[in-house]
């Protein structure tokens, strides 16, 4: 069940786990305006986490593992605050049995992620970064950069037909690109109110010059682009991944390209985060790499960290927050 409230205990303290942001101001301005306190750790090892955290009541987490036994290791913990969109990094069964609510913040970036797969798919449709860097190199000749295709009258399709997904999607067809759309919640043949067309996972591979992933990381979806899939798509097509790395087999893609059998890739998460620098996926010219950065506009940093420390606060002060992944527990005795 869900522990005391605040008002109960007459004490907030929330620990951030961890945090690769420049500072934690504008989360520290929030818990301090509800008179609690807030650590960064820097420290995301279950050990760590469970150290650093005995006598917190709330969690933000990055990217620290938050396990069943981090868990039953925090008694007193009644909120896990994930700054961010995906919760692969949280087990919400156990949080849920430890009567621990669980919160996100999943529609922050939709603009900059959307933003950030389209300049993806353009930069790797025309080969900017190649042209640039041979233009450097006093080669001004497009005949490596070819083949280059228009936009008009290809089809670009979208793996995941949530916020983000379908941000990406109008943002697509406005570029002139037909748009096709999968989704588990949707059914092949139908037509969106926009007008796009619902096809089989099958049929997007198989048909579309882009295919963009819009997904969480699930055991459902974790190498979803396998080795089949990637053999299923077209040898012109443009793969782009700006949602979990785990989506994509990464050795498998390495292969595909290999072989020549897709035209590039661009990619802004991986499964092994930070990249290598001599990681094989280097070696493709038409491959663009970002560092995980998609989500971050001036705006959408902002909207980040303020919400997701709200959330938190909300729970301890018994407050319903914004996001909650479990809502369930805030309605038990």
């Known amino acids: 069940m869900l522990k005391q409230t605040l008002q109960e205990t007459g004490e907030m303290h929330i620990v951030f786990t961890d945090c690769d942001h420049d500072s934690i101001d504008i989360e520290r301005e929030c818990v301090e305006a509800e008179g609690g306190r807030l650590t960064l750790c820097q420290d995301v090892t279950p050990e760590g986490i469970i150290a650093n955290a005995r006598d917190a009541q709330g969690l933000i ?7 069943e036994e981090v868990l039953a290791a925090l008694p007193g913990l009644r909120v896990v605050s994930r700054n961010g969109v995906g919760m692969d990094t949280v087990d919400i069964e156990a949080a849920t049995r430890h009567g621990v609510a669980v919160c996100n913040v999943p529609d922050y970036g939709t603009e900059a992620v959307s933003d950030h797969a389209i300049a993806l798919a353009l930069t790797v449709q025309r080969d900017i970064t190649g042209l640039d860097r041979r233009l450097r190199q006093g080669e001004p ?9 228009q ?5 670009f399709g979208v793996v995941g037909a949530g916020a983000i997904g379908m941000a990406t999607a109008r943002k697509a067809a406005g570029l002139g690109f037909e748009v096709v759309l999968c989704d588990p919640r949707l059914t092949p043949g139908e037509t969106t109110s926009e007008g796009w067309a619902v096809v089989s996972f099958d049929e997007l591979l198989a048909s579309s010059q882009v295919v963009s992933l819009h ?3 699930t055991e459902q979806t974790h190498h979803l682009i396998d080795a089949d899939a990637l053999a299923a798509m077209r040898e012109d097509a443009i793969l782009i991944n700006t949602a979990r790395g785990g989506v994509v087999d990464t050795a498998a893609l390495v292969e595909a390209l290999s072989q020549g059998r897709l035209m590039g890739a661009g990619l802004d998460v991986l499964e092994e985060e930070p990249l290598a620098i001599d990681h094989p996926l280097t070696r493709f010219d038409r491959v663009i790499l970002t560092p995980h950065a998609a989500f971050y506009t001036e705006e959408s940093y902002v909207e980040l960290k303020a919400r997701s420390a709200q959330n938190a606060v909300d729970v301890l002060a018994g407050r319903r927050p914004r996001n909650i992944i479990n809502p369930e527990v805030l309605a038990q005795p």
């Not at 000749?141 to 295709?149: D, E, Q, S, T, V």
């Open 61 to 67: 987490v990055q990217y620290g593992q938050i396990t």
């Open 141 to 149: 000749g497009l005949g490596a950069a070819k083949p280059i295709f």
């Open 151 to 155: 936009l008009r009258g290809r089809r």
């Open 215 to 217: 997904l969480p990381l």
